[in-house]
């Protein structure tokens, strides 16, 4: 049985673990700092907050302003946006107020949330198809994500190169799936395997396709995944006001709040 505190582990583990294993020659990233009490990501091939930022930061009070000082300096040096991650581990306790105080804004705030695939039941909703992402569907997948999240679209020609290699491999840990509506890509999700664990990650509908049951079905659709995989326990980071509700009618349970903030 999991307590609260594993559940809290697990969904803050997801956040960061995967930059392990990020090197200068994937995605642009030059450096990755990762220690058991930080972990930061300096990118500067791609200007975006969503891959530039702290991902984990374990301070001592008396470091922790001239910590974020430092830390806007470099990110402004490189000309990149950054974010900084707090979630229940972070310290000091208020480090989200000193960033705020420092000139971030908090963009968004997200629910970790814990997922029994066990405890996971949807009905398909009509007219909804899943399937796994292949080398002549990436760049549909990318589509979305860009329209969705705003990511770059001129970078689609340089990530989809990279996600071919990565298909080519044996060893991805992560599982991509377009839902279609009528044959047309209308949603993207993904599955990360970790050890022990699964994130249910880059969940996205276009917006003139929301609320006809398609992110309910790429859930259901997941957790069929999990199921057949032996995978017991997965977790979602959930925006508050938009997924999260679902998610939890859907059988997710609520662990912890992570707080996204932005700079500049």
């Known amino acids: 049985m999991i307590d609260q505190e594993q559940k809290i582990s697990l969904v803050e583990r997801a956040l960061y673990e995967g930059w392990r294993e990020a090197s200068t020659k994937e995605g642009g990233v030059t450096e990755v700092i990762y220690t058991d009490a930080w972990i930061q990501v300096i990118a500067p091939g791609a200007k975006s907050g969503l891959m530039n930022g702290?991902?984990?930061?374990?301070?001592?009070?008396?470091?922790?302003?001239?910590?974020i000082t430092s830390m806007i300096a470099l990110y402004q040096s490189r000309e990149?946006?950054?974010l900084w991650i707090v979630s229940p581990s972070s310290r000091p306790k208020d480090l989200g107020g000193r960033l705020l105080k420092a000139g971030f804004r908090l963009m968004n705030t997200a629910i970790g949330m814990f997922v029994d695939p066990h405890g996971i039941d949807v009905r398909p909703a009509e007219s909804v198809t899943m399937e796994e992402v292949e080398e002549g569907t990436i760049e549909d997948w990318l589509a979305i994500q860009a329209e969705v999240w705003g990511s770059p679209r001129e970078a689609i020609p340089l990530i989809k190169e990279k996600m071919i290699k990565r298909l080519a491999s044996k060893g991805e840990p992560t599982l991509r799936f377009l839902a279609r509506v009528d044959g047309r890509p209308v949603g993207a999700n993904a599955i990360r395997f970790f050890d022990g664990f699964a994130h249910l990650l880059s969940?996205?509908?276009l917006p003139e396709f929301r609320r006809r049951g398609i992110f309910r079905a790429m859930v259901g659709h997941r957790a069929v995944v999990l199921r057949e995989r032996g995978v017991s326990c997965a977790i979602s980071h959930a925006i508050k006001d938009t997924s999260a509700p679902i998610l939890e009618k859907l059988g997710?349970?609520?662990v912890c709040e992570i707080h996204y903030y932005a700079y500049p």
Do not use: I, K, M, T
């Open 203 to 205: 969940s996205a509908v």
């Open 80 to 82: 990149l946006p950054f």
């Open 54 to 67: 702290v991902f984990r930061s374990l301070l001592e009070v008396p470091e922790a302003d001239a910590r």
């Open 252 to 254: 997710a349970e609520r």
